[in-house]
């Protein structure tokens, strides 16, 4: 929980502080120090391609798996396909699964998807997470996540939440994580970078 809600965190900053697009957020992309502290890394590095390149990019988060679906008509990363993205790593958090093991087209917000609707919504979650969710309140942390997680995978762009409702939830959901995950001492920018990093990367 405490790296689903550092990535958020970071996200939420580089839309609402930087006003910035990830445009290729990846589980690849998110780092952990010690402490378990998460950065975003990579974040400036779409504003700087031309067309042709950030296309690249775009074809390779696909084949990763974390590509929202109207990209493939879109062609433009926006504040809704980073949701898309973030959701997809929640996911994969929740699952222990890869995005890149799609099997027989179905991805993994597909897979997951399915299972829930089949009410198996158990056999969705990691192995190790079970083990580790002792007690009612982690079993709905968990099943809270995955709704979460789901909504941010929405197929409807308009549908899926912004990064600042998705951070709420997550707190609401943990918060004792959400207290961690702000005592941390770069938290106050979210991200690997410093601000001015930031800038200069979208200069």
């Not at 690249?56 to 990763?64: F, G, K, W």
């Not at 493939?72 to 890149?100: C, F, H, M, Q, R």
């Amino acid at each position: 929980m405490k790296i689903a809600m550092g990535v958020t965190r970071g996200l939420h900053h580089l839309h609402v502080d930087l006003k910035m697009i990830h445009g290729n957020l990846t589980s690849s992309n998110v780092l952990l120090d010690d402490d378990m502290n998460t950065r975003i890394s990579d974040f400036g590095v779409f504003r700087l391609m031309s067309g042709a390149a950030s296309s690249n990019v775009i074809a390779t988060a696909s084949a990763l798996g974390y590509r929202a679906p109207e990209l493939s008509k879109l062609k433009k990363a926006n504040a809704k396909t980073d949701i898309y993205s973030l959701g997809v790593i929640v996911l994969e958090l929740l699952t222990g699964k890869s995005p890149a093991d799609a099997t027989d087209g179905v991805d993994l917000p597909q897979w997951v998807a399915s299972i829930v609707k089949e009410e198996w919504t158990n056999e969705v979650f990691d192995l190790e997470l079970m083990k580790d969710a002792t007690g009612t309140a982690s079993g709905d942390e968990l099943l809270n996540t995955l709704k979460l997680a789901l909504h941010c995978v929405d197929p409807s762009p308009a549908a899926r939440p912004e990064a600042h409702q998705v951070l709420q939830q997550l707190e609401q959901i943990k918060p004792e994580a959400a207290d961690a995950v702000a005592s941390s001492k770069d938290e106050a920018l979210g991200t690997a970078a410093t601000e001015e990093q930031a800038k200069a990367a979208a200069d």
